[in-house]
């Protein structure tokens, strides 16, 4: 497995240093943008840890559940550069809060909730976060934020490769049954994201050279997500 190195001390200071001197407002919002990200970041973490117990709980493969925890430390790394990122902006020490975690996080241990919670937060939801996280990096000015985004668009391109390959397993063990549950929770979930807002604000597209995609670019690269990454494994999956 390829890693990404991490920005370099060199890369930390240029950062902050063209964090100093951007606009009060825009350095709020970039704040704000990878104070989110990195919160997202840190669920995940309790997410793959709640996945482990799943495939325990389903009898998946080993090699899965051994693949899940490497994810969850993944996870663990992405929030720490994240929250790294925003405090440049945000000029002032951030970090990860108590994570609530309720009764409803705790439950669907059958193979075909998991299945289906698969579905939306892995093969889909990481398969996303992977290729949104590769056009930020693309577009990006500072080699800091290149470096995070291109870590985690890599450690999200195995995560998504993680819960397809569940849902394989899980479609060859549970059978006709399951892969129409699959089916209507691909369909379900593809439809969300399909529904995004289409306003933007006129400053949006301006924080692109930060990391940060405009409304309407991500619209158009999930689109082309859905069409060509998601849908042709998807036929497979159900052939």
């Not at 899965?64 to 405090?87: G, M, N, P, Y």
């Not at 609530?100 to 892995?122: H, I, K, M, N, R």
Request: overall charge negative.
């Amino acid at each position: 497995m390829t890693e990404f190195p991490l920005p370099s001390k060199d890369d930390w200071r240029a950062l902050k240093a063209r964090a100093d001197a951007l606009p009060d407002a825009t350095r709020t919002a970039l704040a704000q943008h990878w104070a989110n990200a990195a919160r997202m970041e840190h669920a995940s973490v309790a997410a793959f840890s709640r996945f482990s117990l799943q495939l325990l709980a389903v009898g998946a493969p080993a090699a899965l559940l051994e693949q899940t925890h490497r994810a969850a430390l993944d996870e663990i790394k992405h929030a720490e550069l994240c929250f790294s990122v925003a405090s440049l902006y945000a000029q002032q020490s951030m970090g990860p809060g108590p994570l609530p975690v309720t009764e409803q996080a705790l439950c669907a241990w059958d193979l075909v909730s998991v299945a289906v919670g698969t579905v939306e937060e892995g093969c889909v939801g990481e398969t996303i976060a992977a290729l949104e996280a590769q056009a930020a990096a693309e577009l990006a000015s500072d080699e800091a934020v290149r470096c995070v985004l291109s870590r985690i668009h890599d450690d999200e391109s195995h995560h998504s490769e993680l819960a397809w390959r569940f849902v394989r397993w899980a479609a060859l063990v549970g059978g006709a049954p399951l892969k129409q549950a699959l089916a209507l929770a691909f369909e379900r979930t593809i439809t969300l994201h399909g529904n995004s807002p289409s306003l933007e604000s006129i400053g949006e597209a301006r924080l692109e050279t930060h990391g940060v995609l405009s409304a309407s670019t991500r619209r158009t690269l999930r689109a082309r997500i859905m069409n060509e990454v998601i849908r042709p494994p998807l036929a497979q999956l159900l052939a």
